[in-house]
């Protein structure tokens, strides 16, 4: 807090409890120890992205501290489950929750860098996150959630 790194607390997690979609490139894991006061973000309650809005992303690039993309992060091109924006990203970040401009989750991020070619301007690289919504559904459908 106050900018300082806080202290690292490990959970064990359970094995047999993972379940992940290749495809769609994300997986949870059970863990014990949760502490109730700890946050939990949401799954649910962002309005679908729209091209123009804001993305920003909470990486850990190349498994350094935390560090916020906001730099070009305007979202490019929504289809259906996946949203493509400019933020800068490194490699390293997949994984990493993509927020709007009110902080809540609309996406996991899971490509970047794919250059674009925009009709009279230089290439522009293109990062990628499969909405939230999606993983969503498919947390329900394999009966992920409690």
Do not use: C
């Not at 309650?45 to 729209?50: M, Q």
């Not at 920003?56 to 305007?74: E, S």
């Not at 490699?91 to 401009?101: I, L, N, W």
């Not at 996991?108 to 674009?116: E, K, S, T």
């Amino acid at each position: 807090m106050n900018g300082k790194s806080l202290a690292v607390t490990p959970l064990q997690g359970t094995v047999d409890s993972i379940k992940g979609e290749k495809p769609d490139d994300w997986a949870v894991v059970k863990v014990a120890d949760m502490k109730d006061d700890w946050p939990v973000i949401a799954l649910d309650d962002a309005p679908a992205p729209k091209a123009g809005d804001l993305a920003y992303i909470l990486q850990h690039p190349n498994a350094q501290q935390k560090r916020l993309g906001f730099v070009r992060n305007t979202i490019s091109d929504v289809a259906d489950g996946v949203i493509r924006y400019l933020t800068d990203t490194e490699p390293g970040s997949s994984g990493a929750p993509v927020f709007d401009a009110k902080g809540r989750l609309i996406a996991l991020h899971h490509a970047g860098g794919r250059p674009v070619e925009i009709a009279g301007k230089p290439p522009v690289a293109k990062n990628e996150g499969v909405r939230i919504s999606r993983v969503l559904e498919r947390l329900q459908a394999g009966n992920v959630l409690r």
